[in-house]
């Protein structure tokens, strides 16, 4: 069956330390990895997406994700955490030819002054 | 240009009663998902319409969900009769194109009550 997991329930930062947020998949195929991020009472925000070429992708916010198939990961980074990066963050894949995301669990991620 | 926009963005109902949330996607976004966050657990996906047809509704839970998309616009979700456990967050996403790797967009979610 096709999964996302998230290993952390929370991350925990202080303000201007680089965050990771990690996220593994298990899939058949190539797939297409997303991360979404969930403010307070908000919807879902599209930061960026992993499709093919370069392994490093950068999106919103100074956020970027490294895909890695060895591992089968794609982890959340950034160099210096704000506090109002504080947010719920889903990590997501859908395999080529289909329109369904799976998501992880989530993993909440709150930064400290 | 406007994003997905759902409605009502907050209900509260009674168990038995009936409830109907309403999605416009993006303009021009032949794609139109619904997704569901219950109890705090993962967000799972209920269906999807490709203009106005269903081509995929593997996710829905039971008969007591209807979707709708006539005209291939804005779609509907209605909920009847609720249950407690239908109480959670429904997200309503679109997006264009046929190819999988396109951006899923998602509006700001309705989030129902049941009591």
């Known amino acids: 069956a096709q999964s996302v997991a998230q290993p952390e329930d929370q991350v925990n930062v202080a303000e201007g330390n680089p965050l990771t947020v990690k996220c593994t998949y298990s899939v058949s195929g190539n797939p297409y990895l997303f991360w979404y991020v969930q403010y307070p009472n908000r919807g879902l925000q599209f930061l960026l997406k992993?499709?093919?070429?370069?392994?490093l992708v950068k999106g919103s916010y100074g956020f970027e994700a490294e895909f890695n198939k060895s591992q089968t990961s794609f982890h959340l980074k950034k160099p210096s955490a704000l506090v109002s990066d504080s947010a719920l963050y889903f990590c997501?894949?859908?395999?080529?030819?289909?329109?369904?995301?799976?998501f992880g669990a989530g993993t909440r991620l709150a930064v400290h002054p | 240009e406007a994003g997905v926009t759902q409605f009502p963005s907050h209900s509260v109902i009674e168990k038995g009663q009936t409830v109907t949330l309403r999605c416009d996607p993006i303009s021009g976004h032949d794609n139109l998902y619904w997704y569901r966050r219950v109890m705090g657990k993962e967000i799972k996906f209920l269906l999807h319409f490709v203009k106005e047809s269903k081509q995929d509704e593997s996710g829905m839970p039971n008969n007591r969900f209807l979707a709708e998309r006539t005209g291939g616009t804005y779609s509907t979700l209605k909920v009847q009769p609720a249950e407690l456990e239908d109480s959670g967050v429904y997200f309503c996403?679109?997006?264009?194109?046929?190819?999988?790797?396109?951006?899923?967009?998602f509006g700001e979610g309705s989030w129902l009550t049941v009591v």
């Open positions: 996403a679109s997006s264009q194109g046929q190819f999988s790797g396109n951006t899923i967009y």
């Open positions: 992993y499709i093919t070429g370069d392994n």
């Open positions: 997501a894949v859908i395999l080529g030819g289909y329109n369904k995301l799976i």
